[in-house]
């Protein structure tokens, strides 16, 4: 079976309050998060989870506050010799538009995506406006998308695992390295949801809900589930692997 080894590559930043991460704590703090789309570097395929920002906002004190470079879609593909056209799959973790938005310039991709993202980005609840179904019209009318019902194997060695915490179909993608066994969350957090300072452990919480999730108290038990499966946890928008090529541990 194949080991992969998993590079980050941030392909955009936002800044908002840090609540919108960690639900019920730390609003009005502050926050910047890294966008990423990741490079699964192993197989005979060329695979990317997410393909973040089409126009990053790309600037020194952002970089700076970040701790990483930023990149543009094709300038981070490129540091690994590829081009959009050479993807041969991309797996969403759900299609939120900052993680799509570079969908259209994989014309040779087969994008995995639950069949209910597809159903929310065509026809969102008025609360979720993060979804805009122009970002993925283009790979479905050229009928590169592969909807999933549940758990599936996309390839030997990644799995995707059904987890409604963020969204109703949002997907972790379930990675075997040589570390282990990687999971990248298929909803919006950092490392702080999965390890609570103190304060918040005193509570007798071991997780820490999103900001924004589908039912929070479901989201509390499927990130448990998610933390237990994992050798490597891999939050969406943990801001530390905008600092390194490859993700510990692998």
Known sequence: MSKYRIHPIVVGTKRFDKGMMTYQHDYGQPYIIPIYSWYLEGGDKKILVDTGEMQPIISEDREADLGGKIHTFEDGLAKFGLKPEDIDIVIHTHLHN???????????????????????VHDPHPLDFRYL????????????????????EVAPGIR????????????????????????????CVIMENFNPPPEIRGMEMEVIPPGTSVNTYKAYDIMLQVKEMADILIPLHEPAFAKVDVVEGT
């Open 98 to 120: 900052d993680h799509c938005e570079n969908d259209y310039k994989c014309t040779n991709a087969k994008f995995y995506v639950h069949r209910k993202e597809l159903d929310h």
């Open 160 to 187: 995707m695992i059904h987890t409604p915490v963020h969204t109703p179909g949002g997907m972790t993608v379930m990675i075997d390295t040589a570390g282990g066994l990687a999971a990248i969350t298929g909803f």
């Open 133 to 152: 179904e122009d970002y993925v019209e283009d790979v479905e009318e050229a009928g590169q998308v592969v909807a999933v019902d549940g758990d599936y």
